[in-house]
């Protein structure tokens, strides 16, 4: 990761950072948010831009759970440790801790689409499901964006101070890698938790109740 994504985005404007918020939502909202900082773009359409590039699809696929139905859990129900007899049991387990479960599936590589499709399937309510949805995302997309903005606050000044101001770009970039890596990395081990006790459920053959 080098400046060269910050040149991109200047330069391309909203659409194309839109278009690479949809493959790496974390690092191009900072480095969006570090271009508003710099008087490029604005903050709340990087923000907004952030919010719907990682929401949208996330309707999708649980749109797209709700109408395939039965065909989603047959395809990925039993990577997910919902067998067929479960079914009624992983509906009641994951809508008793859907927070928790999107948290799951939004954050282990390329299990979102299934994870995501399994929600529609098992009729989780869509009320809820955007609402969980909702605070997931907007959380996540505000703290990279005051990440980027306050950095691109600090940049500015320190380029105002000193000569060296340009060398603390590419800090700031470390910073947003960084950050992206421990987000991923605490969010693995969440996961794995989480992951244990679905599989326990499965195997137990019955919901635990909070």
């Known amino acids: 990761m080098d400046t060269q994504i910050l040149d991109w985005i200047i330069r391309y404007g909203y659409l194309f950072m839109f278009l690479i918020l949809l493959v790496e939502g974390p690092v191009v909202t900072a ?6 900082a710099l ?3 604005n903050v709340y359409i990087v923000f907004a831009l952030s919010f719907v590039a990682n929401f949208v ?22 990577r997910l440790g919902i067998p067929r007899g479960r079914r009624d049991q992983a509906a009641v387990f994951i809508g008793s801790n859907l927070g928790k479960w999107l948290f799951f599936v939004k954050t282990v590589p390329f299990l ?46 320190l380029r105002r101070i000193t000569p060296y101001g340009t060398y603390a770009l590419f800090g700031i ?8 890596f421990l987000h ?10 989480i992951a244990r006790r ?13």
Request: a positive charge.
């Open 184 to 193: 991923r990395r605490i969010a693995r081990r969440i996961t794995r938790r």
């Open 112 to 157: 979102s689409p299934p994870g995501l499709a399994v929600m529609g399937a098992l009729g989780i309510p869509v009320r809820r499901f955007i609402w969980w949805d909702v605070i997931i995302v907007a959380l996540t997309s505000l703290g990279f964006v005051m990440l980027g903005y306050y950095s691109g606050k600090g940049y500015d000044e």
């Open 31 to 36: 480095s969006g948010a570090l271009a508003a």
């Open 57 to 78: 699809p996330d309707l999708l696929y649980y749109g797209f759970g709700c109408w395939s139905g039965q065909w989603a859990l047959d395809k990925y129900g039993e």
């Open 39 to 41: 008087g490029y773009y």
């Open 173 to 180: 970039f470390l910073a947003f890698v960084l950050s992206a």
């Open 198 to 210: 679905i599989q326990r459920i499965a195997a137990e053959g019955s919901p635990v109740q909070h």
